[in-house]
């Protein structure tokens, strides 16, 4: 049974400083996807990593993928409050589309 | 534009009412999945549905039914609401496998609050 770990659970940041957080999966995947949540709304997709060694940037976010490792990384550069939100990543694994998500990353900014 | 819709961004419900959740995305995308949202429990898959009339149980199915007669439309019935089905309900769908990409996009969501 595929399973995908995400730490920390929730992630207090202070502005201003980088900081990154993880996504462990249990399986071989072809595909990790991250997504935002803000709270009471839906989920948005940042990425899609298609990969080993694929890097994908948005603004002050950049996801990569280590599919030996089954490691997924989210780096933020420099945070700013905007960023406050609940991060999933999910992976895709078998012969459908349906994807495991991780249980998520509150990150929370603070002057 | 990319999109998923969902019938009813807020539903209240009695118990024992029938809910009909409904979903319709204009991507052409095979399949569809109905989740549950809860604090604490992250997302848990209810149904998904691989095709028309086609539909597989995902971990969380009891209480729930699901029906797929057109390829963008995917609906979610509880057949008699109970307040521990009070949660926030998200759609999505995704092309198939040979969908080089293979996003997977959601709906706004419903929350539904059950008396």
């Known amino acids: 049974e595929l399973k995908v770990e995400q730490n920390p659970l929730f992630l207090s940041m202070q502005e201003g400083k980088n900081y990154t957080i993880y996504c462990n999966y249990s399986?071989?995947?072809?595909?990790l996807y991250w997504y935002r949540q803000d709270p009471g709304k839906s989920l948005e997709s940042l990425f899609v990593?298609?990969?080993?060694?694929a890097v994908k940037q948005e603004g002050r976010l950049m996801a990569s993928l280590d599919t030996k490792a089954r490691l997924s990384t989210l780096h933020i550069t420099a945070a700013v409050h905007d960023l406050s939100a609940t991060y999933f990543c999910a992976v895709r694994a078998g012969a459908n589309s349906k994807l495991t998500f991780g249980k998520g990353i509150t990150l929370s900014v603070r002057p | 534009d990319v999109k998923v819709t969902q019938s009813s961004r807020y539903l209240v419900k009695r118990t024992g009412e029938k809910v009909f959740l409904e979903c319709v995305q204009d991507m052409d995308h095979e399949n569809m999945f109905w989740y549950r949202q809860d604090p604490g429990l992250g997302l848990r898959l209810i149904y998904f549905?691989?095709?028309?009339?086609?539909?597989e149980k995902g971990d969380i199915p009891e209480g729930y039914s699901v029906s797929r007669e057109k390829k963008e439309r995917f609906s979610l019935i509880l057949e008699s609401a109970s307040t521990n089905q009070t949660s926030m309900y998200l759609c999505?769908?995704?092309?198939?496998?040979?969908?080089?990409?293979?996003?997977?996009?959601f709906g706004p969501g419903t929350r539904l609050t059950v008396l």
């Open positions: 999505a769908s995704i092309g198939g496998l040979a969908d080089f990409y293979n996003e997977q996009f």
């Open positions: 990593l298609l990969s080993n060694g």
């Open positions: 549905s691989y095709d028309v009339k086609m539909k």
């Open positions: 399986t071989t995947s072809d595909r």
